[in-house]
T-cell receptor, first 111, second 110 residues
Framework: EAQVTQNPRYLITVTGKKLTVTCSQNMNHEYMSWYRQDPGLGLRQIYYSMNVEVTDKGDVPEGYKVSRKEKRNFPLILESPSPNQTSLYFC??????????FGSGTRLTVV | GQSLEQPSEVTAVEGAIVQINCTYQTSGFYGLSWYQQHDGGAPTFLSYNALDGLEETGRFSSFLSRSDSYGYLLLQELQMKDSASYFCASYTGGGNKLTFGTGTQLKVEL
């Protein structure tokens, strides 16, 4: 089944403790992206990647890192999480303009 | 910067037709997409318009006017399961950058 898999689905962590949210897709898509969703703000792009080793900042990249060492994986790294990074995160992939396929989301709480 | 404006909420009755509007201000505009998201779920792709005009996919249609920086999603024969949030999103630049509007919550009533 074609899908984007994110892990974990839920995560509660403490301020400053480094964490990684994994994202993997099995559709051989070139484009991958991370979004965060907050009430009233819609989905805001954090980082995106056009292909292996090619990444670029989205609209809200501060406090996040990404890497794209393999085509299928695009992990999101929070080096020192803060409470304002509490959010619902989505990873997505696409082959072009035909539309992104989203993962099921990761609900992160930073206390 | 990029910005897309949508109404925050729309209510309609089952069986009716509803139109969700989206106006955008973007540079390097490629096209407009629409996504559906049910509560707690992942957004799912509905449609994409690169050129002016109407695209029809079953009960859903999407329209784009590049000269007016305007698009809309038309939902026909509304069903209760259509109750969800709907987002317009603009593609810009060569990097497949996708910027979303703040979303419209559609409530379908009996």
């Amino acid at each position: 089944e074609a899908q984007v898999t994110q892990n974990p689905r839920y995560l509660i962590t403490v301020t400053g403790k480094k964490l990684t949210v994994t994202c993997s897709q099995n559709m051989n898509h070139e484009y991958m992206s991370w979004y965060r969703q907050d009430p009233g703000l819609g989905l805001r792009q954090i980082y995106y990647s056009m292909n292996v080793e090619v990444t670029d900042k989205g609209d809200v990249p501060e406090g996040y890192k990404v890497s794209r060492k393999e085509k299928r994986n695009f992990p999101l790294i929070l080096e020192s999480p803060s409470p304002n990074q509490t959010s619902l995160y989505f990873c997505a992939s696409s082959v072009g303009f035909l539309g992104y396929t989203f993962g099921s989301g990761t609900r992160l709480t930073v206390v | 910067g990029q910005s897309l404006e949508q109404p925050s909420e729309v209510t309609a009755v089952e069986g009716a037709i509803v139109q969700i509007n989206c106006t955008y201000q973007t540079s390097g505009f490629y096209g407009l997409s629409w996504y559906q998201q049910h509560d707690g779920g992942a957004p799912t792709f509905l449609s994409y318009n690169a050129l002016d005009g109407l695209e029809e996919t079953g009960r859903f249609s999407s329209f784009l006017s590049r000269s007016d920086s305007y698009g809309y999603l038309l939902l026909q024969e509304l069903q209760m399961k259509d109750s969800a949030s709907y987002f317009c999103a603009s593609y810009t630049g060569g990097g497949n950058k996708l910027t979303f509007g703040t979303g419209t919550q559609l409530k379908v009533e009996l």
